[in-house]
């Protein structure tokens, strides 16, 4: 998945797949999850939100199924 790298303290990368509503977020460290079942209308407040970070842990973290995908090499 492409991911868009974001101004956070805490992300580095958020991703979207809508056909499968899919958010993927990469956090600073190197560790990659995907949130299942993500609205489209999530998604654009997510990229419309001031602070990444504080909106992901309001409205992301907690509220929806994920998995951790991997973490980055580097």
């Known amino acids: ?36 079942q993500v609205e489209p209308a999530v998604w654009a407040e997510f990229q419309k939100a001031p602070s990444k970070g504080q909106w992901f842990h309001s409205e992301i973290k907690n509220r929806y199924t994920h998995r951790k995908i991997e973490q980055v090499k580097g």
Do not use: P, W
């Not at 974001?6 to 995907?34: C, M, P, R, W």
């Open 1 to 36: 998945m492409e991911r868009e790298n974001v101004q956070s303290s805490n992300l580095v990368s958020v991703g979207y797949l809508a056909d499968k509503k899919i958010l993927e977020v990469e956090f600073k460290g190197g560790t990659i999850y995907q949130f299942d």
